[in-house]
């Protein structure tokens, strides 16, 4: 993938993650996967073909059908979507993010928890995960 990420939008980033689970497949276990949606068969052929054009995904001739995979890294993506929308929302800065979900009741002791152990790793100079 080019260092420049293709824009994924919300239905697109659906249809990526069935096939981030699990990969290759073909349409008609993408459309499966996606039954929940209420999506037709036609809506979710077009995301995948938008996917293809955009380069995230790519496909494989297997017989009379096609395999998808993803192009687009999952982590990638993720740290994408991170930055803009703290930059959005935060001006780019993390303890404003954690600030809002505290004071709304957002974090549970088990993320209080994995909040301070990142904090001592960050400390301490260990790699991060």
């Not at 919300?10 to 499966?32: C, F, T, Y």
């Not at 494989?60 to 930059?87: F, H, I, K, M, N």
Request: charged share 30%; hydrophobic share 40%.
């Amino acid at each position: 993938m080019d260092a420049e990420l293709p824009p994924i939008s919300e239905a697109e980033a659906m249809v990526m993650d069935v096939l981030w689970r699990n990969s290759p497949r073909g349409a008609d276990e993408v459309i499966a996967e996606l039954r929940h949606t209420g999506w037709a068969e036609p809506t979710i052929k077009t995301l995948l073909n938008r996917l293809l054009n955009k380069g995230a995904i790519e496909a494989v001739r297997d017989g009379r059908r096609y395999l998808y995979s993803p192009r687009l890294e999952r982590t990638a993506w993720v740290q994408q979507q991170s930055e803009g929308l703290l930059e959005r929302l935060f001006g780019g800065r993390v303890a404003p993010l954690v600030a809002h979900f505290s004071q709304h009741g957002k974090l549970g002791a088990d993320d209080i928890a994995e909040l301070k152990r990142l904090v001592a790793q960050l400390e301490s100079g260990e790699d991060r995960q």
